[in-house]
């Protein structure tokens, strides 16, 4: 989930638009956060399945 979607339980007020100290240390710490929540399950998904690919390519070639 992305911090544009987020209401701020403080203000009521979205996330991504910073209005209280609490929306600003909370949109700090969502775009600081895990590399892999930045991209897109469709990325992640195509990312899988290369691996998975390539995995099943290397078993194939150790028969």
Do not use: F, K
């Not at 987020?6 to 600081?32: H, I, K, T, W």
């Amino acid at each position: 989930m992305t911090y544009d979607r987020l209401v701020c339980a403080n203000c009521a007020a979205p996330v991504s638009e910073g209005r209280c100290p609490v929306c600003r240390a909370s949109r700090e710490r969502l775009q600081q956060g895990n590399p892999w929540s930045s991209m897109s399950p469709v990325a992640l998904i195509g990312l899988l399945a290369v691996l998975v690919t390539a995995l099943a390519l290397l078993a194939r070639q150790s028969m």
